[in-house]
Structure formats: structure tokens, C-alpha cells
């Protein structure tokens, strides 16, 4: 028996795989395109330990993930595999519909092709977990409620509709063919191994480096940040006992605005490692051009997990902000590696950046 991860070698893929072995001795089985995103990198640790098997392989590749399937035994999939980059989308979507829509519906016919071959009580154990966003809910007003899974979907950007769409094949492999999925959607996660084109990895690589702190339009939208392994540990709690067919919505009541967050940021490395002028990184900050159709404000209304199953966020914005500013300080190597060919390229047609 094994669990099958997809996009494992991504940011919360790759923190679920090195968390998931840390805890438990079931094998992984990770399946992975290595896109610019996913990076073996991160699982360098688990280079010689047999519980983690990677194979480099494409969610729509259907014979593919079957074959994996029988072969391993899986009792669970769990698919993180996805286009996940808003600015990418906007620059070009046709990614995020074949990986999110079309690979999806793949992933999603391979999985019930197996999950049908199986005995009764194997077939009622299997769980099919699906990892989205809170952005499939649109734009929040500043005054208005925080999403809670009743909340209609109203996505704005090419990366938003791609994941709600994903979302409702998962939703309709359930009430047609009776696959027993499990839907998360969790706010914007911050920490280790985070790629850096997402803001907080993204300033903390700039200040350092001596570079412009880009902060789009006036930096008064908000978002609601979760420590990563927090959001690990809610997709183990839903995968261990969600309710068939249902959405847990995952968040840590965190919100703040993007001018907030880098200013903090800027503070922090103000302290852990002064800038050689004595000045505060602060100073490098400028206001951009914004983004496309930019959503003003996501905030996260966790209540039906805690309440059902007693999840709970471990870390506080501070504590988290905190414990990722050192990881980002003291893992160079691991900086360097995903910091060269195509994310250069990426920084100079999106920023304009000299390099
Ligand atoms: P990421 O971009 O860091 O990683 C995605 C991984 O998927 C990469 O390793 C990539 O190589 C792999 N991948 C891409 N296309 C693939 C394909 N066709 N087949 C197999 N593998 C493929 O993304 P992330 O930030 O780790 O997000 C993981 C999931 O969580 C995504 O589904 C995303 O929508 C969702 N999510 C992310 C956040 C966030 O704040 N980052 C918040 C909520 C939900
Ligand atoms: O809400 C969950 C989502 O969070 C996930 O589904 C996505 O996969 C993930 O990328 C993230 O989306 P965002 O667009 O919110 O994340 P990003 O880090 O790209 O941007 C965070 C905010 O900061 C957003 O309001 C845009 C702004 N921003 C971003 C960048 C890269 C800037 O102001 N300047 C920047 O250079």
C-alpha cells in the first residue's frame, strides 16, 4: 500500500512529501513534470530512503498514472500537480488549462478506471484528495464576510478559472461515478521551499540582493497567509477523516496587505542581516504597474474544519514570517539552484530586471 502525491516536487508538494515521511513509514509514491516549478532539490533528504519513489511523469498521462496505480498498490492520491503562478496565467493560460482542466480530467479518469478494478472494502477505504485555492471564490469587498465553502465560485484570473474548473470535475467524479473525493481550498501559503516569482520569496531574494521590492498597484490588497506546514497538516487531517464529497475550506485567519507584509519583511531582515549602509531594506521598495484584473481581497473562513475535525494553524503570522526568513537565509544552495536560466528570464520579462 502507498499514497500517490502529484506535483510533489513543488512548494506544498514538497513539504507534504518530507513531512508525510517524517511521520509516517507508508510509502510515497511522487509523481512529478518537473515544470520550472517542481525542483528534486527540495527532496534531496530523501535521496536513498526506499519510501519515496519519484517518477517524473505528467498528471494527463493517463496509462502512465494506472500502471503506477496497480503497481504500487495506492490507497490514496493526493493532487498538488498544478500551474500555480497567477502572473503566469495572465501572461500565457494555455498551460493552465492542459495541466489543471485537461490533466485533471485524466488524472481523475485513470484514478476511477483503478479505483473500479478494486475490491468492495479497498474501494471504500480509497480517497481521492484534491488541493485548491481559495481564489476559485473571486474578489472579497473589505467589509464582507470571509469565504466559507458555501461561497459561490466567482473566479477572476485565467489561473483562478483553471482550479474551478478542476474543482467541479472533481465534485461531478463524485456524485456520477461515486469517486470518493475530498476538496481542500486553502489561502495563500508562505515558507520553506517557496518558488521565487511568489511575493514573499520573491522580496526577501531582492532585498537581499540589493534589488526593487515590486509591489503592484498600491499594495492595499489583502491576503490570508498560512504557514505551509499548517496547510500540510489539514490536508493529512481531511484525508484521515473529511466526509466524503465535501469541502474544507483552510486558512489561518491571517490577513494583510501586500504593502504590510513586505514592510514586515523588510523589518525582519533589518534585523537578521542589516543591510551594509546601515539604511532599512524598506528603501527598496516601488510601486508598480498592477496586475490585470488583480483581486482586492481573500479572506479565509475555516470554522467547518476546526469544528469537524480539530484542525488548527500551529504557527501565528510572526512565528511563521519569523521561521521563513532564516530558511531563506540559510539555504543558499537550494536558492541558487532554481534562481538561474528560465526564472531569469522570468524576472526580466515581468519585471524588467536587469540581471
Ligand atoms: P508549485 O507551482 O510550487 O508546484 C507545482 C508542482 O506541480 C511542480 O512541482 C510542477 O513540476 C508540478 N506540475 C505542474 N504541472 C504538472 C503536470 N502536468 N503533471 C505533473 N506535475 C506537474 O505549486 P504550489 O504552490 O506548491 O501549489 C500546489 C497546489 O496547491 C496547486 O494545486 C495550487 O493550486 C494549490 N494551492 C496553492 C497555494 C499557494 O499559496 N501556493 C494556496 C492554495 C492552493
Ligand atoms: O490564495 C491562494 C493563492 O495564493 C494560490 O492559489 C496561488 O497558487 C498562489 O500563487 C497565491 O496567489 P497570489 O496571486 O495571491 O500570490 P502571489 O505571491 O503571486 O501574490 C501575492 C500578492 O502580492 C498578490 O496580491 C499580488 C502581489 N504581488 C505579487 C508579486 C509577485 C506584488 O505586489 N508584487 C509582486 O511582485
Redesign the pocket.
Known amino acids: 500500500m502507498a499514497v500517490l502525491i ?2 510533489g ?5 514538497g513539504n507534504f512529501v518530507l513531512d508525510w515521511l517524517a511521520s509516517h513509514d507508508e510509502p510515497v509514491v511522487n ?5 520550472y ?3 528534486l532539490q527540495t527532496l534531496a533528504s530523501l535521496q536513498s530512503d526506499p519510501r519515496h519513489i519519484f517518477v517524473q ?4 498521462d493517463g496509462e502512465r498514472i494506472g500502471t503506477l496505480l496497480r503497481q504500487y498498490q495506492v490507497r490514496a492520491v493526493i493532487n ?6 497567477v502572473d503566469r496565467s495572465i501572461s500565457g493560460p494555455g498551460e493552465f488549462i492542459q ?1 489543471n482542466v485537461v ?1 485533471t480530467f485524466r488524472l481523475l479518469e485513470a484514478v476511477r478506471a483503478y479505483w473500479s478494478s478494486l475490491a468492495e472494502a479497498e474501494q471504500a477505504a480509497f480517497r481521492f484528495l484534491h ?4 481564489e476559485v471564490y473571486g474578489s472579497l469587498g473589505a467589509c464582507d464576510a470571509a469565504f466559507t465553502e458555501q461561497h459561490r465560485y466567482e473566479p477572476n484570473s485565467p489561473y483562478s478559472a483553471s ?1 474551478a474548473a478542476s474543482d467541479h470535475l472533481v465534485r461531478a467524479w463524485h456524485h456520477t461515478y461515486g469517486l470518493p473525493v475530498l476538496t481542500t481550498n ?4 508562505y515558507g520553506p521551499y517557496h ?1 521565487p516569482e ?1 511575493l514573499i520569496p520573491l522580496v526577501l531574494l531582492n532585498a537581499l540582493a540589493g534589488k526593487p521590492l515590486p509591489i503592484y498597484g498600491d499594495g492595499q490588497q489583502v491576503r490570508d497567509w498560512l504557514y505551509v506546514k499548517d496547510h500540510c497538516s489539514a490536508i493529512r487531517r481531511v484525508l484521515e477523516a473529511g466526509r466524503l464529497g465535501e469541502t474544507y475550506n483552510v486558512g489561518g485567519w491571517n490577513e494583510k496587505t501586500n504593502l504590510e507584509v513586505v514592510q514586515t519583511l523588510c523589518d525582519l531582515l533589518d534585523e537578521a542581516q542589516p543591510r551594509a549602509d546601515g539604511r532599512s531594506y524598506r528603501e527598496q521598495i516601488r510601486f508598480v504597474k498592477d496586475r490585470p484584473g488583480h483581486d482586492r481581497r481573500y479572506a479565509i473562513d475555516a470554522r467547518k474544519l476546526e469544528r469537524e475535525l480539530g484542525w488548527k494553524p500551529q504557527e501565528t503570522f510572526e512565528s511563521g514570517l519569523k521561521k521563513t526568513v532564516k530558511w531563506y537565509l540559510h539555504n543558499t544552495a537550494w536558492i541558487e539552484g532554481v534562481t538561474s536560466g528560465s526564472y531569469r528570464q522570468w524576472m526580466q520579462t515581468q519585471y524588467q530586471q536587469d540581471e
Open positions: 502529484t506535483g516536487a513543488g512548494f506544498i508538494g509523481v512529478d513534470k518537473l515544470t516549478a517542481g525542483n511523469a505528467d498528471i494527463g498538488f500537480a498544478a500551474e500555480s503562478h495541466t490533466g488541493v485548491s485555492t481559495d482550479k486553502c489561502s495563500n501559503n518558488f511568489k
